[in-house]
């Protein structure tokens, strides 16, 4: 076989192609690579996106009152003291963006005082997004937002 520039393009040509395709291939096989949707309900929330516009906006209307902060024993959620601790009904979802399996629901419950506290031992270290969603005598309010703990 004579070595031209023509050979010389072709065999250039799939060297590139199988570099680029073991990469293909590598993060297809790896589980640490999994190909998902960032949430399983996506289509859902997109149709819901007016109704949580509106609980976001009423989330904001209570200021100060209803907030999410992180401390040295975990992620403490504070609900207004000026509701009745018996009709806040609703669920915190913690999401994981690296890890699909860490997602987990918790759902409210105030007994003792207007705090709540998801321990940190609880959660691995790393990015959380908190969605707190609630109703209170009918009214929705819902916040979102990123921790890195």
């Given at each position: 076989m004579k070595w031209n520039w023509g050979t010389g393009l072709v065999v250039g040509m799939l060297a590139f192609m199988i570099f680029i395709?073991?990469?293909v291939i590598r993060v297809q096989v790896n589980p640490d690579y999994d190909n998902e949707l960032q949430l399983?309900?996506?289509?859902?929330?997109e149709v819901n996106i007016d109704k949580n516009h509106r609980a976001q906006?009423?989330?904001?209307e209570l200021g100060s009152a209803f907030s999410i902060a992180k401390n040295q024993d975990g992620i403490v959620i504070s609900f207004p003291e000026t509701m009745e601790k018996s009709q806040v009904v609703g669920q915190v979802k913690l999401y994981r963006p690296s890890n699909?399996?860490?997602?987990t629901q918790v759902t409210i419950s105030l007994k003792d005082s207007y705090?709540?506290?998801?321990?940190?031992?609880?959660l691995q270290s790393g990015k959380w997004e908190?969605?707190?969603s609630f109703s209170y005598q009918g009214k929705?309010?819902?916040?979102?937002i990123e921790i890195v703990l």
């Open positions: 395709l073991q990469y399983k309900d996506y289509y859902q929330e906006q009423n989330a904001n699909q399996k860490l997602d705090e709540m506290l998801l321990p940190k031992e609880q908190i969605s707190v929705e309010y819902l916040k979102k």
